[in-house]
C-alpha cells in the first residue's frame, strides 16, 4: 500500500482542481486553497465551476473526505508535507509571465512553515521561477533546512484532464534534494507502482498495472524548461501543418493526406498535425510568448517562436478570409456557427480562435447564430445577446435559414451532422469548415458547398448561387 500524503493545492483552476480530485483519488489527502470565496461556496456544495469528464465524479467521491476546500492558506500549509502551486501565471504586456500570484503565495507559505515541507511548482513557469520562490521563502525568515522547492508541470489538456493526469505519458518531477525527490516519488507512487489502475472503479484510460507512467526525475531547472519547451514546440508542429496546409491549398492537394503521411513517420508522429483555424486557449499562446521572453533575457534569440505566433494570428485571418470569399460581403448575412470554445470538449473560450473569427463577422454587419455545447455562457460575458448575435440549443438552430453555416472547433457532435436535414435546414446549402471535419467529396455530394483547411474547395454550382427553395 502506498502512503497517503497531506497535500494543499493553492488555486482552485483547471490545474489546481484536477490536481486535487486526481490526488485525492490515488489516496492522498488534499486541502484545496483559493481565495474566491465565492467558487469555494460552489465547491463545497458540490458544484464544479469548469466542464471537465470525470471532475465532477471524483470530486463527489472525495469531497468531505479527502478533499476540503478552503480560504486558509497558512492553516493548509500547516497541515501538509507538500504545497502545490497552481495559481495563474497570465501573460504580462511584455510578453513575459506575470508572476505576482506565484510571489504572493510563496510568501504566505513561508509564514506558516514550522517544519519540513516541499513548495511545488506545478503551475507554468519559467525556469529560475524556483530560485525566485527559494529567495522569498528565505527572505520570511525560514531557514534551508525547513522546505526545497521542486517542479512538477503538468501537461494536462483541458477537456481530458482527469485522464492526462492518471493515464500521464510521463511524471515529470523536477528536484534538487532527495528528500524532495522522494516526498514527489511518493507522491506519485501509486501511479508509477500501478497500484491504482487495479482499483476496480479507477478511471478508464490508457495507462494499466503492466504499464504504469514513467517519472522522470531532473533538475528543477529542466523541470522548468520542459514544460516551455513541450508546449512550444507543439505549438510549432501546428503552425508547421497550417502552412503546409496553406501550400496545400495553393497547389490543389489535401493536407489530411499529407499530415497523414508525414505522421507516420514514427519520428515526427501523427499527433497535433491537425490543420485549422490556428491554436488558442489559456496555454499555448501564453507559453509560447512566455518562452520567447525567457530565451531574449538569457541572451538566446529563439525567432523561430515569432514566427509560429505570426503564422498563428495570420491563420484566423487567413480563414476569415475563406468565409468572406465564399459570402462575397458579411453585411446583413446571416451566419450559422458552430463552436466558441478555443477546441472541442471545453467550455473555455480564452484566445478562442472561434470569438475572434465571430467578433469580426459581427463588425462587418453579419448576424451570427452560434451554437456550443458548453462554452455558450462563457462567450455571452465576452458578446452579449442581442439583435446581431444570438446563442442557440443546438446545431441546426444554428444552421436554420442562414446563408452559411461557419465551423470552429471540433466537438465530436459536430462531425456527426444528419447532413440531408443540415441541407433542408440553411438557406444556402456552404458550409466552411475551420476543422475538416469532413470529406469534402461528401459533402458535394450532398449538394454543399464545402471549403475547409488545406484542401481544395468544392463548390455545387447550382445551390451555391440559388437559395433553397423548400
Ligand atoms: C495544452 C497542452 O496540450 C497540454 O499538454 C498542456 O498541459 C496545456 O496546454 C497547459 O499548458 O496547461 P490545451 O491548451 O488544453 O493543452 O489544449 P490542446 O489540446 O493542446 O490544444 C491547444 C490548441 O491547439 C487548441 O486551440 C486546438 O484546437 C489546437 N490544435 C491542437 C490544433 O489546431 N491542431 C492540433 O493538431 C492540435
Not at 29 to 48: M, P
Not at 327 to 340: A, D, E, M, P, Q
Not at 357 to 374: C, F, K, N, W
Amino acid at each position: 500500500m502506498s502512503e497517503r500524503i497531506s497535500i494543499a493545492v493553492v488555486g482552485s483552476g483547471y490545474v489546481g482542481l484536477v490536481a486535487t480530485a486526481c490526488f485525492a483519488e490515488i489516496g492522498h489527502r488534499v486541502i484545496c486553497v483559493d481565495n474566491d470565496e465565492a467558487k469555494l461556496r460552489t465547491l463545497e456544495s458540490g458544484g464544479v465551476p469548469i466542464h471537465e469528464d470525470y471532475l465532477p465524479e471524483l470530486l463527489n467521491r472525495h469531497r468531505g473526505h479527502s478533499v476540503e476546500f478552503t480560504s486558509d492558506l497558512g492553516a493548509a500549509t500547516r497541515e501538509a508535507q507538500a504545497v502545490f502551486i497552481a495559481v495563474g501565471t497570465p501573460q504580462s504586456r511584455t510578453g513575459s509571465a506575470d508572476l505576482s500570484y506565484v510571489d504572493a503565495v510563496a510568501s504566505e507559505i513561508a509564514r506558516s512553515i514550522d517544519e519540513y515541507k516541499v513548495i511545488v511548482e506545478k503551475s507554468t513557469v519559467p525556469v529560475y521561477t524556483n530560485e525566485w520562490i527559494r529567495r522569498v521563502v528565505e527572505r520570511n525568515g525560514v531557514s534551508r533546512e525547513l522546505f526545497d522547492v521542486a517542479s512538477n508541470p503538468e501537461f494536462l489538456r483541458e477537456g481530458t484532464a482527469v485522464v492526462d493526469f492518471l493515464h500521464a505519458d510521463r511524471i515529470v518531477v523536477g528536484a534538487d534534494t532527495d528528500r524532495a525527490s522522494d516526498l514527489m516519488k511518493s507522491i506519485y507512487a501509486p501511479l508509477t507502482s500501478g497500484e491504482y489502475y487495479r482499483s476496480s472503479n479507477a478511471v478508464p484510460g490508457p495507462r494499466g498495472e503492466g504499464n504504469a507512467p514513467p517519472l522522470l526525475q531532473t533538475s528543477t531547472k529542466a523541470a522548468e524548461i520542459i514544460k516551455h519547451a513541450s508546449n512550444a514546440f507543439l505549438a510549432t508542429k501546428i503552425s508547421f501543418i497550417n502552412v503546409v496546409a496553406n501550400i496545400c491549398e495553393a497547389a490543389g492537394a489535401d493536407v489530411e493526406e499529407v499530415a497523414r503521411g508525414m505522421g507516420m513517420d514514427s519520428r515526427i508522429g501523427p499527433k497535433f498535425l491537425k490543420a485549422g483555424v490556428g491554436y488558442g486557449g489559456s496555454c499555448f499562446p501564453k507559453d509560447v510568448a512566455a518562452f520567447r521572453h525567457v530565451a531574449e533575457q538569457l541572451g538566446v534569440d529563439f525567432g523561430l517562436l515569432k514566427e509560429v505566433e505570426k503564422i498563428n494570428d495570420e491563420q484566423r485571418r487567413r480563414f476569415f478570409q475563406k468565409v468572406r470569399s465564399a459570402l462575397w460581403t458579411f453585411r446583413g448575412k446571416r451566419i450559422g456557427v458552430l463552436g466558441l470554445a478555443f477546441k472541442g470538449g471545453t467550455d473555455d473560450i480564452r484566445e478562442s480562435p472561434a470569438l475572434d473569427v465571430v467578433r469580426q463577422m459581427l463588425h462587418e454587419g453579419s448576424i451570427v447564430t452560434a451554437y456550443d455545447p458548453a462554452a455558450s455562457d462563457r462567450a455571452k460575458e465576452l458578446i452579449p445577446p442581442g439583435p446581431q448575435m444570438r446563442y442557440v440549443n443546438d446545431a441546426y438552430a444554428a444552421a436554420q435559414d442562414a446563408d452559411a453555416l461557419v465551423i470552429l472547433n471540433e466537438w465530436q457532435e459536430f462531425a456527426e451532422l444528419d447532413l440531408k436535414r443540415l441541407h433542408y435546414t440553411l438557406r444556402y446549402p456552404i458550409i466552411i469548415d475551420g476543422r475538416n471535419l469532413y470529406e469534402p467529396m461528401k459533402m458535394l455530394e450532398h449538394g454543399f458547398t464545402y471549403l475547409s483547411v488545406g484542401r481544395p474547395g468544392l463548390t455545387h454550382t447550382r445551390d451555391a448561387v440559388t437559395p433553397r427553395v423548400r
